[in-house]
């Protein structure tokens, strides 16, 4: 037993204990980890896990430069360096945010609501009301973005059926809005590929790396934590597997390990007050406009980037959230009169 596992079980908490065996057990496994170091209080804790177990020392430990990062995320990489005596590998984007939304476009609202619009604007779909076997009629190779448009997939057997999962009725009026409101600015999630999913890629290939490790939490919600159902995942082929040391805990285990372990995190949380610390100012983010006051406050030039790079999306997401208001208003007048 490693010294490690022993001391996380004088916490009693079950989720940090099992983590730490499951943990000792994954890396025994494999020859060349790479861990992904974000700098985010998640991260912290799995980089804290990962050198309490990697006693021989064989994980490599990389951050990607997004073009948009805080200046208090780059001073923590090198407090963490210091603190484990480890080397971050510093890695650039294969495309920054700020060339990325200028060539693809803004992403707006979550990364699979931008993919469905860039997919229309992609062939010139003019926001239209109709039945979907028209518009598939009309656009016939744009079938699951349409699909996504009309809350609704077509079957050979059972013809229109109605699907509520990961379709635009998920996102309250947003198809009313946005037919009354087409989007004048290109919107993509492209933006996350190429400044975060294929520098990864890239570096696995370069090491030749067995396995990814990274913090994703399944309490975080969201679509990239639903596309897991384990905190471990086996690559289908020889390629990389994929480990995720914090999947199982929640926010109140969270806490208890940075309690027990005496995590610090990174100014951004203990002095600007945010509550993550993911690409400035994203759009993605639905306490965005707290955040950038926050950001206009500690770090004044990175706010005037983020407004500069994502200022249509800003404006769009503003005029959405109205238009949810004003409906919302109508609908209650509806029902009381």
């Known amino acids: 037993m490693s010294k490690a596992f022993a001391s996380s079980l004088d916490t009693k908490n079950f989720a940090i204990i099992d983590g730490y065996a499951k943990a000792v057990s994954v890396l025994s496994r494999f020859h060349t980890p790479l861990c992904s170091i974000s700098g985010g209080s998640d991260s912290d804790i799995v980089l804290d896990v990962i050198q309490n177990v990697d006693e021989k020392k064989k994980v490599r430990y990389f951050w990607i430069d997004t073009g948009l990062e805080y200046r208090a995320t780059k001073e923590h990489l090198n407090d963490l360096e210091k603190k484990y005596g480890i080397e971050i590998e510093r890695i650039k ?27 229309l604007q992609m062939h010139e779909f003019q926001w239209e009301d109709k039945p979907l076997p028209e518009l598939l009629e009309k656009y016939p190779n744009c079938k699951i973005a349409l699909q996504w448009w009309c809350n609704a997939y077509y079957s050979p057997e059972n013809g229109v059926v109605k699907m509520s999962r990961f379709s635009i009725g998920r996102n309250r009026w947003l198809k009313e809005f946005m037919m009354a409101n087409p989007p004048d600015f290109k919107i993509s999630n492209k933006c996350c590929e190429y400044a975060k999913k294929k520098p990864a890629k890239l570096l696995i290939q370069k090491y030749d790396a067995d396995l990814e490790i990274i913090g994703v939490r399944k309490a975080e919600g969201g679509i990239r934590s639903a596309s897991y159902k384990t905190c471990f995942s086996e ?48 759009p993605y983010n639905p306490r965005v406009t707290e955040e950038l006051e926050i950001i206009r406050k500690h770090e004044p030039k990175l706010y005037t980037a983020a407004q500069n790079i994502f200022g249509d999306s800003y404006a769009y997401t503003r005029k959405y959230r109205a238009f949810q208001k004003m409906m919302k208003k109508k609908t209650k007048e509806n029902t009381n009169a």
């Open 93 to 119: 984007a294969c495309k920054p945010i700020p060339i990325c939304c200028k060539e693809y476009g803004q992403p707006f609202l979550s990364k699979y609501v931008s993919e469905q619009i860039m997919r």
């Open 235 to 282: 690559s289908k082929s020889k390629g990389c597997n994929s480990y995720r040391p914090v999947f199982w805990y929640t926010d109140s285990d969270k806490k208890a390990y940075e309690e027990f372990y005496g995590i610090q995190h990174s100014r951004c949380y203990t002095e600007y007050g945010l509550k993550r610390t993911g690409c400035v100012g994203c």
